[in-house]
């Protein structure tokens, strides 16, 4: 059976990462028999992040190499009955949301001082007491410095906010008031999509970016109704 290793949930997030949410999407949809187990410590991963999934004696670090793998493993399923342009469509889509948006949601976790406290109750309560400062504060430190050298990190508080304004009205304009991106069912590009908005909106306290999210009213119906579908969402459900 494929094994999906994701992070814990936290901030009242069951599933706290886009990357691991889509996947657990995409799988989901599929149709294909796969257990989830949680790593606490990223660090500890092939590749120092999640998710990585485990296929008998494969390993597959990195969710876009798991949807090519499983789109292999599947004889195309992934991509079926999508076309060249709407493959590229929401590849485009997909970095947007993952290689840009992602990170203003990052740093509204991370670097804002107020929310801070929230990150290390949430990611860092497994080290020691006396070592927790120490722990959290040196990743909080490596985050800060990626952010910088992504490039949204030289910019003042006013103008990453802009950023991501400008990205939300994007995907605000792309997505369709009814139905998915390409049909009336959802692809692995509504689930790259969702998975990014859904954690980002339901996590417990607002985040600034939480803020800016949620007026972008199509947007977030959307991202409803892509988890009712498939029937996975990332916060905790009771029904």
């Known amino acids: 059976m494929l094994k999906l290793v994701v992070l814990p949930g936290a901030f009242g997030v069951r599933n706290v ?64 009955g999508l076309t060249a342009e709407q493959k590229a469509h929401g590849l485009a889509l997909t970095r947007l949301a993952e290689e840009h948006l992602y990170w203003t949601g990052v740093a509204s976790r991370w670097l804002d001082d107020r929310w801070w406290p929230h990150v290390v109750n949430g990611f860092f309560h497994i080290i020691p007491a006396p070592l927790r400062g120490l722990g959290s504060g040196m990743a909080r430190r490596q985050v800060k410095k990626t952010y910088h050298l992504q490039g949204l990190g030289r910019h ?13 009205q994007a995907l605000e304009d792309s997505v369709p008031s009814q139905g998915f991106l390409f049909g009336d069912t959802p692809c692995i590009f509504d689930f790259a999509v969702a998975s990014l908005m859904a954690g980002m909106l339901d996590n417990q306290p607002p985040t600034w970016f939480t803020e800016l999210a949620r007026p972008h009213r199509k947007l977030v119906d959307y991202t409803e109704r892509v988890q009712a579908a498939v029937g996975v969402w990332a916060r905790h459900r009771e029904d």
């Open 156 to 168: 003042s508080l006013d103008e990453q906010k802009g950023f991501a304004e400008r990205d939300l």
């Open 17 to 80: 990462s886009p990357f691991c949410l889509k996947c657990e999407m995409l799988l989901t949809s599929l149709g294909l028999p796969f257990e989830m187990n949680e790593l606490a410590n990223p660090a500890k991963a092939p590749k120092g992040k999640l998710p990585f999934l485990v296929d008998g004696d494969r390993c597959i670090a990195d969710s876009e190499l798991i949807v090519e793998y499983i789109d292999e493993k599947t004889g195309g399923q992934v991509y079926a």
